[in-house]
C-alpha cells in the first residue's frame, strides 16, 4: 500500500506563488508517474502537471510557463512550484502516482486559493 501525504497549500494573493510537495510512502516498487491534479468548485477534476521517471513533463496550456513540476526520487516526492497565480487556479489540489505496475494512488488533496 502506498500513501501520499500532500503540503503547501494555502491563501495567496494574485501574482503570488506557492510550493506543493507530495510525499509517497509505504511499499513502493516503482514509479511510473507522479503527476498533480485540481479540481475547483463545480468542475471535472483536471490534469496540471505530470512528471516521469525519465524526467519527462507535460503541462496543461493554463499553467504553462507558470507551473514547475520536479521530483525527488530519494525521498519519493513530487513538487509543484506555482508561480504568478491567478485567481482561477483556486481549487483543491491532489497527487498521483502511478506505479510500474499501473496501479494509481492518490493524495487527500490541498486547497490553493488565490484571492484577487
Known amino acids: 500500500q502506498v500513501q501520499l501525504v500532500e503540503s503547501g497549500g494555502g491563501l495567496v494573493q494574485a501574482g503570488g506563488s506557492l510550493r506543493l510537495s507530495c510525499a509517497a510512502s509505504?511499499?513502493?516498487?516503482?514509479?511510473?508517474?507522479m503527476g498533480w491534479y485540481r479540481q475547483a468548485p463545480g468542475k471535472q477534476r483536471e490534469l496540471v502537471a505530470v512528471i516521469t521517471s525519465g524526467d519527462s513533463t507535460n503541462y496543461a496550456d493554463s499553467v504553462k510557463g507558470r507551473f514547475t513540476i520536479s521530483k525527488n526520487n530519494a525521498k519519493n516526492t513530487v513538487y509543484l512550484q506555482m508561480n504568478s497565480l491567478k485567481p482561477e487556479d483556486t481549487a483543491v489540489y491532489y497527487c498521483k502516482v502511478v506505479t510500474s505496475i499501473r496501479r494509481e494512488y492518490w493524495g487527500q488533496g490541498t486547497q490553493v486559493t488565490v484571492s484577487s
Open positions: 509505504g511499499t513502493i516498487f516503482s514509479i511510473n508517474t
